[in-house]
């Protein structure tokens, strides 16, 4: 389903013209606009979920093997070192299009970025404590 003010909708379903690298019946992969590094890209399913929490399997079963595919391509025509796969959810975490999508970002050599997180600390108890209220 379409949803109708949304524009990731709109570029999914070309509509809206993007830089294209990738289609098929169920995604668009497209350049992002203000891109991390160069080739960073977005897999869009063409059917609207807000995130993650609204993804139908299916479709999220099929967005690894999509990403696979553009990484290769990524490896072998962009030569980058590396690639970090990002996906937000929430705007707590980030997200800013409410609707969802993967980040593919390819890593070069002191291409200025810093994705990972800061590692915490947590004893053997909290672990365990977290473990028990995660898996309840
Ligand atoms: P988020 O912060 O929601 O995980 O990521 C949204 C991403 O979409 C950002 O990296 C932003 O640059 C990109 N973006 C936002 N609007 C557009 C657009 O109209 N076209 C494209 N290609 N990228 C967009
Ligand atoms: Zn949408």
């Not at 980030?94 to 969802?100: A, D, E, P, S």
Request: contains cysteine; aromatic residues 6%; hydrophobic residues 40%.
């Amino acid at each position: 389903m379409k949803k109708e003010d949304c524009i990731f909708c709109k570029i999914a379903n070309g509509e809206i013209p993007s830089k294209t690298i990738y289609e098929d019946e169920a995604f668009r992969v497209i350049l992002d606009l203000g891109p991390a590094t160069k080739g960073h890209a977005l897999i869009l399913p063409k059917e609207h979920a807000d995130n993650l929490y609204g993804l139908p399997e299916a479709t999220a079963a099929a967005v690894l093997p999509v990403a696979q595919k553009v990484a290769e391509k990524m490896r072998k025509n962009l030569h980058c070192a590396g690639l970090n796969l990002v996906q937000n959810n929430g705007e707590i975490a980030g997200q800013t299009v409410m609707h969802f999508h993967l980040h593919m970002i390819p890593r070069y050599e002191n291409d200025g970025q810093n994705i990972l997180w800061n590692p915490g600390q947590s004893s053997p108890e909290e672990l365990e404590e977290t473990r028990k209220q995660i898996v309840q």
